[in-house]
């Protein structure tokens, strides 16, 4: 029987000592093994580098793919999760510190509020090309850590900052440091886990959104009874979250690894395997070399602008939303602290929705279905602040529909999962995520203006519009839907075309029980492929890549 999901397999031997590794089968001893050796892999994945260099017959058992992915998901998840947290906290600053005073102390009038809350993401649009040059020719971790160190450091300046003009200036810079964290959490997820994993896990890093709410809200409450003569509330929330990024800056520099290929908690024979168990994604794992080919087909592909312009629908009522929700909290009639307090429930619909969707997404091995599922909340949310009169009386009211609408944030991490796994390519991958953070940029930008302070305590031009872009975001998921099954019917006919079989066993997004009955089937057909998972060759070009819908 076949082994689909390598071109070689690798007998389990961790921990095995040197001379049992002598009995193992070498690549060259087996003919059948040889076709997927290059002699040349100049241009191609640095994975394909590794293996060639190995010479061990490669067999990758399932109790060898639970202990990697363990390992993994214990040394590499834990700093994503920590840096994603603190990455949402130092942007929920600017509404906590609204809360506290910031709009008077400031002499804050018209747009300025809206200003501030939106140079963030007209930074980090700035960023987003350069970003994905760095991502390809610089180490993903220590990239990721002199980032992190850097907005750190920005955020604590902020509590020098007082009035608009000098807000302004760290708030810019601020988002040009930020600007790197989800494109790069979205290149590290497609370089160690299979396609059947990524869901959960950008979901699980993208759930510190809810995580902040609830736990910055608490800690911004706290803060915020810090009395002192030098310092106002605000100034101490901005000092406190800044000081603690720098800390974690150092963890982040240390110990996240910059690729399965350098990884120093995995041994040379289990970074083969955690290669190896990665060739069913047809998308490569790293590679410095920065091809522009990629770069063109990227901006041509339909697809490209599909996740542009649903990440795009849904930044606007996020922006606003981040931006705006403590002061529309607010404005149902509760004093500063207890505003605060009750962003903690958001939070706490916020994980729901996240990791649910995310759940829902992988049973399925769909991502439309769950898209549409979670744009229903926040459209009764929406119209119940619209159809609800803002007084004591409907205070509960008004405050369910609000936590409605949070059910939006379990919405872009599925964007984000749907753009990465259907894109191969080391330079296509960044140039796509670069687009799509383009648009989420974009969204962020106009969000804010949507709302205006003047507009209290109704919001009514923002909450239109964001009904409007729900209904339109439900438009896209289908169109877009429809869009990746042509893609899949044409690169079956292709396949026919080159004498290959026209259906092809999508492996990468089988669970451990179906990989289990797929190999007791034992049957050749639709089986065959994974020549070019480490050529670095696009979606578009590479036959045997299947469109996840």
């Given amino acids: 029987m076949t082994i689909p999901e390598s071109s070689a397999t690798m007998e389990s031997n961790h921990g095995a000592s040197s001379d049992q590794k002598t009995n193992i089968e070498t690549i060259e001893d087996t003919p059948k093994y040889q076709a997927f050796e290059t002699e040349n892999v100049a241009g191609k994945d640095r994975a394909a580098e590794l293996l060639q260099n190995s010479h061990e017959r490669i067999i990758l058992s399932e109790s060898d793919n639970k202990r990697l992915l363990r390992k993994i998901d214990l040394m590499v998840l834990p700093i994503m999760l920590g840096v994603y947290f603190l990455q949402q906290l130092d942007k929920s600053t600017l509404s906590y510190a609204s809360v506290f005073g910031l709009v008077k102390d400031a002499h804050l009038g018209g747009q300025d509020y809206s200003w501030l809350g939106s140079i963030v993401y007209v930074a980090q649009l700035v960023m ?70 990524q869901t959960n896990r950008n979901a699980a890093w993208y759930a510190m959104n809810g995580v902040t709410n609830m736990v910055g809200s608490l800690l911004a409450w706290g803060l915020g009874h810090i009395h002192s003569d030098k310092m106002k509330s605000y100034q101490i929330i901005f000092l406190a979250c800044g000081l603690l990024t720098v800390v974690f800056s150092v963890v982040v520099f240390l110990f996240l690894p910059d690729s399965p290929v350098e990884a120093k908690f995995l041994n040379d024979h289990d970074k083969v395997l955690a290669v190896e168990r990665l060739r069913a994604n047809q998308m490569g794992v790293v590679s ?77 091995k769909k991502k439309g279905p769950p898209l549409i599922l979670l744009c229903i909340p ?31 944030p379990g919405i872009s991490p ?82 026919q075309q080159l004498g290959k079989s026209a259906i092809v066993v999508d492996r990468s997004m089988m669970n451990a029980q179906e990989r289990a009955i797929d190999d007791s089937v034992g049957e050749d057909t639709g089986r065959e492929g994974g020549e070019k998972a480490f050529d670095d060759e696009t979606d578009l070009k590479n036959e045997d890549f299947i469109f996840v819908y």
């Avoid at 850097?150 to 930020?178: D, I, Q, T, Y």
């Fill in 288 to 364: 410095t070399v920065w091809k522009w080919e990629h770069v063109t087909e990227s901006l041509l592909d339909i697809k490209t602008w599909c996740w542009f312009a649903l990440i795009f629908s849904i930044s606007i009522p996020s922006g606003g939303v981040t931006t705006f929700g403590p002061l529309i909290v607010n404005s149902f009639g509760f004093d500063s602290f207890r505003t605060i307090l009750l962003n903690i429930p958001f939070g706490a619909v916020q994980i729901i929705a996240t990791m649910g969707g995310a759940a829902l997404a992988t049973r399925l």
């Fill in 378 to 408: 926040p459209l009764i949310g929406i119209v119940m602040l619209l159809c609800l009169k803002h007084d004591k009386a409907n205070k509960g009211p008004l405050l369910v529909g609000y936590y409605l609408i949070s059910f939006y």
């Fill in 128 to 197: 987003q090309p350069i970003i994905a040059y760095f991502l390809v020719k610089l180490p993903t971790g220590k990239f990721a850590g002199i980032m992190v160190f850097c907005w750190g450091v920005v955020l604590s300046c902020m509590c020098l900052g007082k009035n608009f003009k000098g807000l302004l200036v760290a708030r810019f810079f601020l988002g040009c440091f930020e600007a790197s964290v989800a494109p790069t959490f979205i290149a590290i997820t497609q370089m160690w886990w299979r396609r059947a994993e």
């Fill in 414 to 495: 599925l964007i984000y999962s749907w753009s990465s796994q259907n894109t191969a390519g080391e330079t296509k991958k960044k140039t796509t995520t670069a687009i799509l953070f383009i648009g989420q940029s974009a969204g962020n930008i106009i969000g804010p203006h949507l709302y205006t302070t003047g507009e209290a305590p109704l919001y009514r031009r923002g909450l239109i519009s964001n009904l409007c872009l729900f209904i339109i975001l439900i438009i896209l998921i289908v169109l877009t839907t429809l869009y990746l099954m042509f893609l899949n019917k044409k690169h079956a006919s292709r396949r």
